[in-house]
């Protein structure tokens, strides 16, 4: 696992551009790349919702260590919102982000380059919609991005 605090994020944005995937990294990394100090490990993001773009993700994040994903179908991203994918980066693919898609969300993503690695995630107002949940840490990601808007 990479040890660097960015690591597991540009390794599997890097495996994910390398295949062009369509992908938007959502949950704490997003709030992370939008200034709000959050802890995480785990890299959530939302795929564009075609069978193209389901195999080309698979064949990305087939890529790290364990292999894990290599054992997905894209049936397994039409039949499941959320896909975990548990490597040497654990890795929650989603066709939403509570009630945000990728297309939605895709003309307001904001990107960013870090160490040479682009990365698309989720706008100010896209994440807060997406943090519109029961879930108690989305409660308190949610106060906070309000807060970004004051």
């Not at 959530?44 to 193209?52: C, K, P, T, V």
């Not at 054992?71 to 939403?96: G, H």
């Not at 879930?135 to 106060?143: T, V």
Request: aromatic letters at 4%; a negative charge.
């Amino acid at each position: 696992m990479p040890t660097e605090p960015h690591g597991p994020l540009l390794k599997v944005c890097s495996l994910l551009n390398a295949e062009s995937a369509e992908y938007i990294v959502v949950g704490a990394w997003a709030l992370i790349l939008n200034n709000v100090i959050r802890a995480t490990e785990d890299v959530d993001i939302l795929i564009a919702e075609n069978a193209g773009n389901y195999l080309k993700v698979i064949k990305a994040l087939s890529r790290l260590e364990d292999g894990a994903a290599a054992e997905l179908k894209p049936e397994d991203f039409e039949n499941n919102v959320v896909v975990k994918i548990a490597d040497e980066v654990e890795v929650d693919v989603s066709r939403r982000a509570w009630s945000v898609t990728f297309g939605e969300a895709a003309p307001n993503a904001q990107r960013a380059s870090v160490d040479g690695i682009e990365i698309p995630y989720l706008s100010v107002a896209d994440l807060i919609r997406s943090k519109q949940t029961q879930r108690d840490q989305d409660r308190i990601d949610l106060e906070m991005l309000l807060r970004l808007q004051k």
